[in-house]
């Protein structure tokens, strides 16, 4: 079992700044992937941005490019992400996710980011 524990969520103005940071521990071997994903109200899961554990390669939403930036700490099992610019579009539900190799994916409990103006 993989635990994720986000944290760096809150309140934040229009044009403002954000850092989330999501740590795993237990069996957090082998990973292949960190990233995460976000949950606005009445809308899907969509991708935010994802991290190859090895190579550092990353992928973002379209929605979020430029603004936001995904990085990662190895020996901390910790994944994080600076976001920048942020407006109301951004408010949601933000959900950590790890892959590791032959395992299902694991999710976070989701950290909220309200942009108000």
């Known amino acids: 079992q993989v635990q994720l524990v986000e944290s760096g969520g809150g309140l934040v103005q229009t044009g403002g700044s954000l850092r989330l940071s999501c740590a795993a521990s237990?069996?957090?071997?082998?990973?292949?992937?960190m990233g995460w994903f976000r949950q606005a109200p009445g809308k899907g899961r969509e991708l935010v941005a994802v991290?190859?554990?090895?190579?550092?390669?990353?992928s973002y939403g379209d929605s979020v490019k430029g603004r936001f930036t995904i990085s990662k700490d190895n020996a901390k099992n910790t994944v994080y992400l600076q976001m920048n610019s942020l407006n109301a579009e951004d408010t949601a539900v933000y959900y950590c996710?790890?892959?590791?190799?032959?395992?299902?994916?694991?999710w976070g409990e989701g950290t909220q980011v309200t942009v108000f103006s």
């Open positions: 991290i190859r554990w090895i190579s550092g390669m990353t």
């Open positions: 237990g069996r957090a071997d082998n990973i292949h992937t």
């Open positions: 996710l790890l892959d590791r190799d032959a395992a299902p994916r694991s």
